[in-house]
């Protein structure tokens, strides 16, 4: 059947996902929480996560121009980062955030900068394969199947 | 006396008689220079002549005798010395030659003699193979004919035909007069004249079958001559002729039971028919062998052909019976179809018919409960109810086992939670037990499947008549319930042959072993508990039927059930064994794939509890929501501390905070919530959301009177856990 298909091919994905780092449990614990009563949760809360991201990061590198750096201020956007980040599961996304952080508390400029772009790549990374695996749970949802829930794996 | 060497023909004296000599002599050596002549011209003719050698020799010797002869001539007047010398020469010769010739001859002759002797001898060498040639003629000729006579007896399957053809053509091949077949009655005591060639005897025409010559006949597969009067041969009418010789020979009649041995069938129960050959009166003819062979051969031949005939007879008649049968059978089975159908009909109306009223006795006899009642109406009341109740069960598994017996009961198959079914059991089960002061155990082996696929209701039914009868013939003491799968020894120690199968990825056996101290069932009872209405304690009043149906749907699931007990008194061990699948083990990819639990499954234990949520990040935020509407709370999210204080109202259980913001002290948060509820009745629980795990943030988690803590990112299941403990105990400890 090809909801089958495309299930899987969704599992292979999310498993590929997984064992690269770029999501973590976390993730597979928001799934969970999508029922009938809220069925778009998961696209909802990645749409906020990408959108606040977005701005974090915006700010970050307006923050990271300026002349004098204000670190406090970076911390705090930081903060916030990794806190959307570990909230929705982005792995790689939250440890970068954590390295940007200790440069932060060392007021390492240079160490900052170079964060700020591991940062923004990884965000990018990750958004793009999550864009990916939300298109994949809307095929299989218009065609009527379930979308699968991943277990805690081994 | 003068001797001369010249002799003086006296002509005149003997000159007649010289005459003749003369004639004689010349005619001689003129015969004896022509043999030789004639004998080389006549050898050299000839190709095959040994004795050449000889030839010469003969030559030689009769050359010289007509020389000799020829020179005699000259003799008879006056001759010269010369040819006296001559004379002599030749004579000498002739002499030595022929005696060698002679000499020769004693060595030649004999060997000539033989030579006519080997003549005489191959001579009747031919004449004797000429014969035998003759001989093998005839027995191919006869050979011929069997087969001919065969193909003719063989082409044809039915027994007239073939018996026909056979005196028909045995009569045209050996030119008999007349032939005849004689079969036995039914009986077996008599011959019965069958068949004959020339219709000149009444068919019908018996002879007793203990006649000696029938016996001699029938006791030699080979042909045998009998007198033209004994009563099997006289089958023509006596004529002035004197009758031709007369053979018989025996036919066996072979059944289909004689070839159920591998070689051929011996002389055991057998039956003979008799055939009986007659040659043309005053032919002087003979039997020969080589008939008489044929006969047998023949006689053989038919035996097989007959048996042939008959089994096509028998396979016919079978044929016809089974369509016979088949036909019955159909129509037997169309019957009893009609027959089923109109018993279900019937069950089908029954039972609307019977459970309307019965609703309505329970129905209103619950209301009559309610109403004020003296004790007396009151008991009266609960009984009628109880009975009704009693009455409804057995309506309801009459129609069950009606269904099951005929197989027209299917289970449901589904996935289930087993956990699930044991403990609502146990939920059920346990009111019962408590009232009745038994201990009432569940232990479940950790190996069991968390879900399985089979027939959840009828299981569950299963497990609720049975523990069910356990609890009700235990006056006291315990009941306990375990759960395991099967290994394999245990399911062959049931020698149950559908329990074969051996438990594969697919499936599993599930074992339950329900145990009590109750009133044990007598072993002679043992084989009657799952028969219909029958009642092991007639102070009981079981319904009769539960256990009949248990077996039957445990039967439905390829498992087994059997009660077990040492004694009245020694309590009672019931095992039941079922076999289910296992979800998502066969064809799923390696990320194993749990099927989506369906929301009312998981019981929202904590529906519309009234919950706030400080969190600034809009993302964790969010995430907290979702976990907490998902578990069946009411949540109102706010993003900072003021706006907490502030919403926060009487009606809400439980605050979460999230302790890791760095503007907001969350902590203060706390203490302010805490200022604005007085009473301590109306305080919400406080809960601090953090991704910190040093004991520093505990501590001031605890000092500020935080009633928990739980470690981001939080699942549903830690969630939920915190949750319940947090309203059971007012607190919770969080485990990692």
């Given amino acids: 059947m090809e909801v089958n298909q495309m299930q899987r091919s969704f599992l292979e994905y999310a498993t590929v996902l997984f064992r690269e780092g770029f999501l973590d449990g976390q993730f597979s614990q928001l799934q969970m929480l999508q029922d009938e009563s809220n069925p778009d949760f998961v696209v909802e809360v990645v749409s906020l996560f990408f959108e606040d991201s977005q701005k974090l990061l915006n700010d970050l590198t307006t923050t990271l121009d300026q002349q004098n750096v204000d670190f406090k201020k970076i911390d705090a956007h930081i903060h916030q980062l990794k806190g959307s980040s570990s909230s929705i599961g982005a792995q790689r996304v939250k440890n970068a955030c954590i390295a940007f952080r200790n440069f932060c508390d060392q007021q390492n400029l240079e160490g900052c900068m170079r964060c700020l772009q591991h940062v923004k790549q ?20 218009a065609a009527g199947g379930a979308i699968p829930v991943l277990s805690e794996f081994s | 006396m003068e001797l001369c060497n010249c002799i003086e023909p006296p002509w005149p004296a003997g000159e007649l008689l010289m005459k003749y000599q003369y004639i004689s002599d010349f005619f001689i050596a003129l015969a004896y220079f022509s043999i030789p002549l ?84 191959l001579k009747n060498k ?19 004919h069997v087969r001919m006579l065969t193909h003719e007896i063989r082409s044809t399957l039915d027994r007239h035909t073939i018996l026909k053809t056979t005196l028909v053509e045995l009569g045209r091949t050996l030119g008999l007069e007349e032939c005849a077949l004689w079969m036995p009655t039914r009986t077996g005591l008599e011959l019965q004249l069958s068949y004959t060639l020339r219709h000149q005897n009444p068919v019908g025409f018996t002879v007793p079958i203990q006649l000696p010559v029938i016996n001699q006949v029938f006791n030699t597969n080979r042909a045998v001559k009998i007198s033209p009067n004994s009563p099997v041969a006289r089958l023509r009418p006596a004529g002035k002729y004197m009758p031709g010789e007369v053979v018989a020979v025996r036919v066996p009649l072979l059944h289909l039971s004689n070839f159920q041995i591998h070689d051929w069938p011996e002389l055991s129960t057998r039956r003979y028919a008799l055939m009986v050959l007659m040659l043309p009166s005053d032919s002087a003819r003979q039997w020969h062998v080589h008939e008489l062979e044929l006969v047998e051969v023949v006689a053989d031949q038919v035996a097989v052909a007959l048996s042939h005939a008959a089994i096509l007879e028998e396979s016919m008649k079978a044929r016809d019976l089974l369509m016979e049968q088949n036909v019955a059978l159909d129509h037997a089975r169309r019957e009893a179809e009609t027959a089923v159908r109109a018993r279900n009909d019937f069950l089908a109306v029954m039972n609307h018919e019977m459970r309307t009223p019965m609703h309505a006795i329970i129905a209103l006899s619950s209301l009559l409960l309610e109403t004020e009642l003296t004790p007396e109406q009151r008991l009266m009341v609960e009984t009628v109810l109880k009975s009704s109740n009693l009455l409804s069960t057995l309506i309801n598994d009459v129609l069950d086992l009606s269904r099951l017996e005929d197989g027209s009961l299917k289970l449901e198959i589904g996935t289930f939670s087993l956990h699930t079914l044991f403990r609502e059991t146990y939920n059920l089960i346990k009111p019962i037990a408590s009232v009745k002061k038994l201990n009432f155990t569940l232990s479940l082996s950790p190996e069991l499947p968390e879900f399985a696929i089979g027939d959840e209701k009828r299981l569950m039914q299963v497990l609720l008549n049975v523990v069910g009868n356990a ?29 074969i199968s051996i438990p594969s990825d697919n499936h599993f056996y599930l074992r339950i072993e329900v145990k009590d101290t109750g009133l044990g069932i007598n072993p002679q009872d043992l084989p009657k508990l799952f028969m219909k209405f029958v009642q092991s304690q007639p102070t009981k009043n079981s319904s009769g039927l539960g256990l009949a149906i248990c077996k039957r749907f445990v039967n439905l699931m390829e498992g087994h059930i059997c009660i077990e007990s040492e004694g009245l008194g020694k309590g009672s061990t019931a095992i039941v064994i079922v076999k289910l699948g296992i ?14 639990v369906p929301r009312n499954q998981v019981k929202p234990a904590f529906s519309g509890l009234k919950v706030v949520l400080m969190d600034d990040n809009s993302v964790g935020r969010m995430v907290t929501k979702g976990l907490l509407v998902h578990l069946g709370c009411d949540v109102l999210a706010v993003g900072s501390g003021d706006e907490c204080v502030r919403v ?67 699942s549903v299941d830690k969630m939920r856990s915190a949750l319940s403990d947090l309203l059971e105990k007012g607190f919770f400890v969080e485990s990692k």
């Avoid at chain 2, 395991?484 to 042959?497: C, Q, Y």
């Fill in chain 2, 38 to 121: 004639e004998l080389i011209y006549f050898v050299k003719k000839s190709a095959v002549f040994p004795y050449r050698w000889v030839l010469v020799q003969f030559g030689a010797f009769i050359v010289l005798c007509g020389a000799t002869h020829l020179i005699n001539l000259w003799t008879f007047t006056l001759h010269t010395k010369t040819v006296a010398v001559v004379m002599t020469t030749a004579k000498v010769l002739t002499a030595a030659v022929s005696c060698a010739t002679a000499l020769m001859l004693v060595h030649i002759i004999p060997d000539l003699l033989s030579v006519k002797t080997r003549e005489l001898f």
């Fill in chain 2, 471 to 499: 609890v009700k013939f235990t006056k006291e003491g315990s009941i306990s319930v375990s759960a395991f799968v099967a290994k394999l020894d245990s399911l062959r120690e049931f020698r149950a042959p559908d329990l």
């Fill in chain 2, 583 to 596: 979800p998502g083990r066969s064809n799923e990819s390696k990320l194993s794939f749990v099927h989506k």
């Fill in chain 1, 122 to 141: 990884e965000y990018l990374l990750v958004k793009s394969k999550l864009e990916a695996l939300l298109r994949l749970e809307q095929q299989i949802v």
């Fill in chain 2, 648 to 714: 926060i109202n009487h009606e809400h259980k439980v605050v979460f905070l999230d302790v890791s913001m760095p503007d907001v002290n969350s902590f203060e948060v706390a203490v302010r919530i805490h200022e604005k509820f007085s009473k301590r009745m109306d305080r919400p629980l406080i809960v601090a959301l953090t991704g910190n795990t040093d004991r520093m943030t505990k501590e001031n988690c605890r000092r500020v009177g935080m009633n928990g803590v739980l470690l981001k990112p939080v």
């Fill in chain 2, 126 to 144: 031919a004449a004797e193979l000429d014969r035998e040639m003759g001989l093998i003629r005839t027995q191919e000729e006869t050979g011929r």
